[in-house]
């Protein structure tokens, strides 16, 4: 698939220095060594890179599936769900299946991720009563730390057949086409159709994308997904920061993503991230997670559903539910 950048200027001198994996932000955050997200999503990207040195390319295309299947699940346990089991397509807690009518089957491991533990911390004035109440001020719920906890995939289990899967279709875009052009139009770009763009079948311009016509309904969609990626990643201070290669690998990442959630056969995912980052695992992970929260934002979009953009799951996230269901 050929897309066209508006912009052919050389790339910016700030990608020389990205080459030093010590100037990387995402590679100062990871040298936390006391935030076990961020160990998490290092573990997964090492084994990433492992991988790809070793010629298994199949590894990233697992983890950008599991960033399609799981989008509403926080970056670094999508990475986790991929590392464990590449073939899993949905995934929930011991309890969780079981109020399901499902039971896991005997022998199988579980998918480890991070559930955040929620507490309540009492502030010294909330023990006074409110004034004319016969109540104490609830304190409101923060979060205490995280733990282990174990999730299992649909076919590590048993039991009544569950409900055909949401957004189960192959090569029909349904509504999702106009729900894209919606967002977009949310966001004041406008989209125009120009045979003037040929070979390319989509142009990103800053606040506008152009279209080729012509193009089938699935293939204009995922174009139109990938224009997008450039105008949601690429029209800002991150643009300075990257390479074209960078840019349009990320674009066709969120393409294939969001194509794949919705039930698209997508072919082979963009695979280049090795020879782009040479083997600069803080580098990699940045750019998958950025590619994972722009998807989760246009999954988002498209389908209603509530995305996680944040390293650490939230209370009301999949994770916090899993560990909820497993202590009731």
């Given at each position: 698939?050929?897309?066209?950048?508006?912009?052919?200027?050389?790339p910016h001198?700030?990608?020389a220095a990205?080459?030093n994996q010590?100037?990387?932000?995402?590679?100062q955050r990871?040298t936390?060594?006391?935030?076990?997200?961020?160990?998490?999503?290092?573990?997964?990207v090492?084994?990433l890179l492992?991988?790809?040195?070793?010629?298994k390319s199949e590894?990233?295309?697992?983890?950008?599936a599991?960033?399609?299947?799981f989008h509403s699940y926080s970056f670094?346990?999508?990475?986790?769900i991929?590392r464990?089991?590449?073939t899993a397509?949905r995934?929930?807690?011991f309890?969780?299946?079981?109020?399901?009518?499902?039971?896991v089957?005997?022998?199988e491991k579980?998918i480890?991720?991070?559930?955040p533990?929620?507490?309540?911390?009492?502030?010294?004035?909330?023990?006074?009563q409110?004034p004319?109440t016969?109540r104490e001020?609830?304190?409101?719920?923060?979060l205490?730390?995280?733990r282990?906890?174990?999730?299992?995939?649909?076919a590590?289990?048993?039991g009544?057949d569950?409900?055909e899967f949401e957004?189960?279709?192959t090569?029909?875009v349904?509504e999702?086409?106009n729900?894209?052009?919606?967002?977009l139009?949310?966001q004041?770009i406008?989209?125009?159709?120009?045979e003037n763009?040929?070979?390319?079948?989509?142009?990103s311009?800053?606040?506008?994308?152009a279209l080729l016509?012509g193009q089938?309904?699935a293939?204009?969609f995922?174009t139109?997904v990938?224009?997008?990626?450039h105008?949601?990643?690429h029209k800002?201070?991150?643009?300075?920061?990257?390479?074209?290669?960078v840019?349009?690998?990320e674009?066709?990442?969120v393409?294939?993503?969001?194509?794949q959630?919705?039930g698209?056969?997508?072919?082979?995912?963009a695979?280049?991230y090795?020879?782009?980052?040479a083997g600069?695992?803080?580098l990699?992970?940045?750019?998958?997670?950025v590619?994972q929260?722009?998807?989760?934002v246009?999954?988002?979009a498209?389908?209603?559903?509530?995305a996680?953009t944040?390293?650490?799951?939230s209370?009301?996230s999949p994770e916090?539910?899993?560990?909820?269901a497993?202590?009731?």
């Amino acid at each position: 698939m050929t897309y066209a950048s508006s912009n052919t200027t050389a790339p910016h001198s700030k990608n020389a220095a990205l080459r030093n994996q010590s100037e990387s932000p995402y590679q100062q955050r990871t040298t936390q060594r006391d935030n076990p997200t961020q160990q998490l999503i290092k573990q997964a990207v090492d084994f990433l890179l492992q991988q790809l040195e070793a010629g298994k390319s199949e590894t990233l295309t697992a983890y950008l599936a599991a960033m399609a299947r799981f989008h509403s699940y926080s970056f670094g346990n999508i990475l986790q769900i991929a590392r464990q089991r590449p073939t899993a397509t949905r995934v929930a807690g011991f309890y969780a299946w079981k109020e399901m009518g499902r039971f896991v089957k005997r022998g199988e491991k579980g998918i480890q991720i991070l559930a955040p533990m929620v507490g309540q911390r009492r502030r010294k004035d909330t023990a006074k009563q409110e004034p004319n109440t016969n109540r104490e001020t609830k304190p409101a719920p923060v979060l205490i730390g995280f733990r282990a906890v174990y999730v299992f995939d649909v076919a590590q289990t048993e039991g009544e057949d569950l409900p055909e899967f949401e957004h189960n279709i192959t090569g029909d875009v349904g509504e999702h086409h106009n729900r894209l052009t919606a967002f977009l139009d949310a966001q004041n770009i406008t989209i125009e159709y120009s045979e003037n763009i040929a070979p390319a079948l989509g142009v990103s311009y800053g606040g506008k994308i152009a279209l080729l016509p012509g193009q089938s309904k699935a293939e204009e969609f995922v174009t139109l997904v990938h224009e997008a990626a450039h105008e949601l990643l690429h029209k800002s201070d991150r643009r300075t920061m990257t390479t074209a290669t960078v840019r349009e690998t990320e674009a066709e990442a969120v393409a294939f993503i969001v194509g794949q959630a919705i039930g698209l056969e997508m072919g082979r995912a963009a695979s280049d991230y090795i020879q782009m980052y040479a083997g600069n695992a803080a580098l990699l992970a940045e750019s998958l997670e950025v590619v994972q929260r722009t998807s989760a934002v246009i999954l988002d979009a498209i389908t209603g559903e509530s995305a996680t953009t944040q390293n650490a799951p939230s209370a009301s996230s999949p994770e916090a539910q899993d560990a909820i269901a497993e202590v009731a």
